[in-house]
């Protein structure tokens, strides 16, 4: 940043510390692109990019008093802005691997296809003679032995 810059960054920081709304605007405003480009890039996703970027200026505005610079700002969207991403894409990943049993659904299908299977697999290993042809095929209109094929 250049000098006038970081003067105006330095001036609105201590004015927001103070109180002032529109202080903490111009910062947001300032911000606002870097944080949400960094939170897009991450996520893929525009409205969780959003999201995302309200959360960081809320505890920006909750912690201002701890920042100590333009440049200790600066450091400080990156850093939040890149671990509460990384909060969420783990959130997405734990919510993508929910056991089967925890959705009805996918866990009666995911029965019956192992019944389904296991019922070939009787089928196949049925001896020849015992009602079951010894290479019958479970799928409809399939042929009893590899040969026929």
Known sequence: MKG????AVADSLIRARAGD????ASLVRRYQRLVYSLALRMLSDGHEAE???QEVFM???RRLDRIESDAHLLFWLRKVTTNLAIDRLRQERKAAILPLDEDPGIADEAR???????EIARARRAPAGSGACGRASAI????GSHGDR
Do not use: N, V, Y
């Open 4 to 7: 006038g810059e970081t003067d």
């Open 21 to 24: 709304r529109l202080a903490f």
């Open 51 to 53: 999201d995302l970027a």
């Open 59 to 61: 505890q920006l505005h």
């Open 112 to 118: 019956a296809i192992s019944a389904a299977a296991a």
């Open 140 to 143: 409809p209109g399939g042929h």
